[in-house]
């Protein structure tokens, strides 16, 4: 099974397509039937190419996203750290999307975009830092929305606005702009479930169950009953996170 090389017209055409709707829209030229493309917006090179069977392929770089991407890697050798293999365009078209996702999120873009809005931004009053912290919310935020994808995993709500990015470890508590943008350091909560999380009443447990506390009314837990038993796809990123917070902020 061999890559196609050089791609042909046809196949030049349909990986830029792919790539360019998906977020990454810089070129970079072909290797070896591989054609190479990288993002303003998402950290991390893509490199897409056909083979002579009909198959197309991905190949990605990007260690973080490597490690929650749900693909299947495959045998075939590829520029990047793992090479994927679609059986049609459909469904590499579905995988691009999810990938793209995870990129603008992981492992520092949000707190590459935050230091360069940010840059030469006064700081000197309480005021100021306030606008500060204010950019870095608003991104925290975005990118919960995306890493998420705009829905609470407790209740299944996708209203956006009935939806907090919640930090588990709060902005104040962190040491390093770093630990506050980080998207493991988040979860995409709707309001009930935010206020309550925020002020300890609910914790989650390393599975991701959720833990309530004693002092919490039978009406309130009544209230706060979702969809899921428990949040799916926490990272050990999430899980450490989710340890402090159930030592330091949950409300036994």
Known sequence: MKVEAPQTFVTRQECDKIAFQNGFRLTHGETDGWRHYTSTTAQGSIWLAAMQTGNWLLSIDHAGVLAEIDLEIS??????????????????????????????????????????????????????????QRVGQSIFRDRLMTYWKVRCPMTGITDPDLLRASHIKPWRDCKTDAERLDVHNGLLLSALWDAAFDKGHVSFEEEGTPIFSTKLSAEARTH?????????????????????????????
């Not at 428990?230 to 402090?244: M, P, R, S, V, Y």
């Open 75 to 132: 045998d075939v050798d590829g520029p990047g750290l793992a090479c994927f293999r679609f059986k049609s365009l459909t469904s590499l078209y579905a995988a691009m999307s999810g990938l793209y996702e995870l990129a603008v999120s992981l492992p520092d873009a949000p707190l590459q975009e935050f230091l360069l809005r940010t840059k030469g931004m006064p700081r000197t009053t309480e005021v100021e830092r306030l606008v500060v």
């Open 224 to 252: 706060l009953k979702g969809e899921n038993s428990k949040i799916q796809g926490l990272t050990d990123e999430h899980k450490l996170q989710l340890a402090w917070h159930r030592k330091n902020l949950f409300d036994h």
